[in-house]
């Protein structure tokens, strides 16, 4: 989502958001909470950044191989791709460039890393520091689907 893009978050959705740090929120609209000292209102603020041509439709998820690693998104900040395995292992890098953040997001994945060794879940989230280099996360029970964001 670009800047001045007004959105809101309601019941039944799952967000994954990957963003640069930002202190700036306009609240344009709570829920139905009253406004108060630390939850406060800024509707012509609001006004003054909302850029009306800032929508995005969704996107469908592509197909997938086994063991195949997509880019979803990508800018000068961030990138997100999904990686995919039923039963392919996925021998991946950080190459000392950047951190990883890998989210499961359906599955179970084994990640390993020297003598490390975590198992991960639907909805966990390992940061592989950048200093770690390679790695490897191999499917297990039926397979994975993950998120994976860096620099």
């Given at each position: 989502?670009?800047?001045?893009?007004?959105?809101?978050?309601?019941?039944g959705?799952?967000v994954?958001?990957v963003?640069e740090?930002?202190?700036?929120?306009?609240?344009?609209y709570?829920?139905?909470?009253?406004?108060?000292?630390?939850?406060?209102?800024?509707?012509d603020?609001?006004?003054?950044v909302?850029?009306?041509?800032?929508?995005?439709?969704?996107?469908?998820?592509?197909?997938?191989?086994?063991?195949q690693?997509?880019?979803?998104?990508?800018?000068?900040?961030?990138k997100?791709?999904?990686?995919?395995s039923?039963t392919?292992?996925?021998?991946?890098?950080?190459?000392?460039?950047?951190?990883?953040?890998?989210?499961?997001?359906?599955?179970?994945?084994r990640?390993?890393?020297?003598?490390?060794?975590?198992?991960?879940s639907?909805?966990?989230?390992?940061?592989?520091?950048?200093?770690?280099?390679a790695?490897?996360?191999?499917?297990?029970a039926?397979?994975f689907?993950?998120?994976?964001?860096?620099?």
């Amino acid at each position: 989502m670009s800047a001045g893009t007004i959105h809101a978050l309601g019941p039944g959705l799952l967000v994954y958001e990957v963003q640069e740090s930002s202190d700036l929120t306009y609240r344009v609209y709570d829920w139905g909470r009253p406004q108060s000292a630390t939850r406060v209102l800024h509707i012509d603020k609001s006004l003054a950044v909302a850029d009306p041509s800032a929508g995005r439709r969704p996107v469908p998820l592509p197909a997938f191989q086994d063991g195949q690693c997509q880019i979803l998104c990508q800018s000068e900040y961030f990138k997100l791709e999904i990686l995919n395995s039923q039963t392919q292992s996925l021998s991946l890098d950080t190459s000392g460039q950047s951190f990883h953040a890998l989210t499961v997001i359906e599955g179970t994945a084994r990640f390993s890393s020297g003598s490390e060794q975590v198992s991960l879940s639907q909805f966990e989230t390992l940061l592989v520091p950048a200093d770690a280099g390679a790695y490897r996360l191999e499917p297990q029970a039926g397979g994975f689907r993950a998120l994976r964001s860096r620099l």
